[in-house]
């Protein structure tokens, strides 16, 4: 009988599909390149390289941030950088709407996170393992600004959560 240890970290559960296109995306944005450039007749080593060059470019653009969390900390890890907070050290909770609306946080040792809250209302337990750290720093008294934020956000994703769960089971 095997003893189960601690869970692991909780992850983004749409992100393998969002790589999928992205990376779709750009092998087909190389293959039509190359193609139009080849039927043009102007197609020459050094161009199949400038549009395979522009065709990792795009998918380094579409390719989605990766989250995840654990007790404590959350993650992001971008194509470049891996950015980590520690959630049960959180100073500052900032949210920017607009085209792109997106979190910023901040923890007592300087590090800084930027990610789209799209991502925790799609991932229940990436929500969860925030709000456990967020309560934890609200507790010790090192979050400053932003908790109304992030109640809000909560409030959003649990209402986003029981329509889901009604429409499921057909009551609405």
Do not use: K
Not at 23 to 50: E, M, N, Q
Not at 70 to 96: E, I, K, N
Not at 110 to 131: I, K, M, S
């Amino acid at each position: 009988m095997r003893r189960s240890g601690p869970p692991g970290p909780a992850g983004d559960r749409h992100w393998r599909g969002s790589a999928r296109l992205a990376l779709t995306c750009a092998l087909l944005f190389c293959a039509l390149s190359l193609l139009v450039d080849w039927d043009a007749g102007g197609l020459t080593p050094l161009r199949a390289l400038l549009w395979v060059t522009l065709s990792a470019a795009v998918c380094a653009v579409l390719l989605p941030q990766r989250v995840s969390a654990g007790p404590g900390w959350l993650a992001v890890r971008t194509p470049w950088r891996r950015h980590v907070v520690r959630t049960d050290a959180l100073v500052s909770v900032r949210q920017y709407d607009g085209v792109s609306s997106h979190l910023v946080l901040r923890d007592a040792h300087g590090h800084r996170l930027e990610l789209d809250p799209r991502v925790l209302t799609a991932n229940p337990l990436l929500w969860h393992e925030l709000d456990t750290g967020v309560r934890r720093s609200l507790e010790r008294g090192t979050l400053l600004r932003g908790a109304d934020v992030l109640h809000r956000l909560g409030r959003r994703i649990d209402d986003e959560t029981v329509r889901a769960v009604l429409r499921a089971s057909g009551l609405s």
